[in-house]
């Protein structure tokens, strides 16, 4: 399975951008990029995926390196909510492979 | 809508008893799939069914493990003989359609198993 590399640990304060950085320099030409978070004590939630543009949701955005070789979700405003584990998975046919992701805090 | 439903929420055993682990997925979703998370460990894939059909059963740790799915809805996880070490969150997740690479995963919050 393709790998990603994440930080560890990332703070942000309330209301402000927080660009969440991935590595995954042996990414394949077909492998999509997830995202997904997982809140204390919750399933994890699926937020965005991308192959090659950059995409917007609701939730996110994903800013996609030309060489695809790097990532970076990026949340406009990051509120208390958005305090979890962010895991950055390169998509395998139908199972999702999980690193240990980058625990995000957030500061009020 | 309803989304991913799992039952028992929280599942204290003693070592050596079987369990049984309920999931439901969203109405109308073909996959579903298992996962675990361990203590301090990251989520692991234990199994994937399309429609009633399991193509990769290679996630399952041992033996003691096994799924079914039921009418391409309700899936059953069952550990026998449970060991402390099978003490874990035991996720299960489906997607509208047969896995492909732009395909989102939904989860349900799990249900925490304890093996005393």
């Known amino acids: 399975d393709a790998k990603t590399t994440q930080p560890n640990s990332m703070e942000s304060n309330e209301e402000e951008p927080v660009h969440l950085p991935c590595n995954h320099s042996?990414?394949?030409?077909?492998?999509?990029i997830h995202w997904y978070r997982q809140l204390p004590s919750q399933g994890p939630e699926y937020v965005i995926h991308?192959?090659?543009s950059n995409v917007n949701n609701r939730m996110a955005s994903l800013a996609i390196a030309e060489d695809r070789k790097s990532s970076t979700l990026i949340l406009h405003r990051a509120t208390l909510r958005d305090a979890a584990v962010y895991y950055c998975?390169?998509?395998?046919?139908?199972?999702?492979?999980f690193g240990a992701g980058t625990i995000l805090r957030v500061k009020s | 809508g309803a989304g991913v439903s799992q039952s028992p929420s929280n599942k204290v055993t003693e070592k050596g008893k079987d369990v049984e682990l309920r999931c439901d997925p969203i109405?109308?979703?073909?996959?579903l799939y298992w996962y675990r998370q361990s203590l301090g460990q990251g989520l692991e894939f234990l199994i994937y069914?399309?429609?009633?059909?399991?193509?990769?059963k290679s996630g399952l740790p041992s033996d003691r493990f096994s799924a079914e799915r039921t009418g391409g809805s309700v899936s059953t996880l069952t550990i026998q003989r449970t060991q402390q070490e099978d003490s874990a969150v035991y996720l299960c997740?489906?997607?509208?359609?047969?896995?492909?690479?732009?395909?989102?995963?939904?989860f349900g919050p799990g249900t925490r198993l304890l093996v005393l």
């Open positions: 069914f399309q429609g009633n059909s399991a193509p990769d």
């Open positions: 998975i390169l998509r395998d046919v139908y199972k999702l492979v």
């Open positions: 991308g192959l090659t």
């Open positions: 042996t990414i394949s030409g077909t492998d999509y």
């Open positions: 109405s109308g979703h073909t996959a």
């Open positions: 997740a489906s997607s509208l359609r047969p896995p492909r690479g732009d395909e989102a995963q939904y």
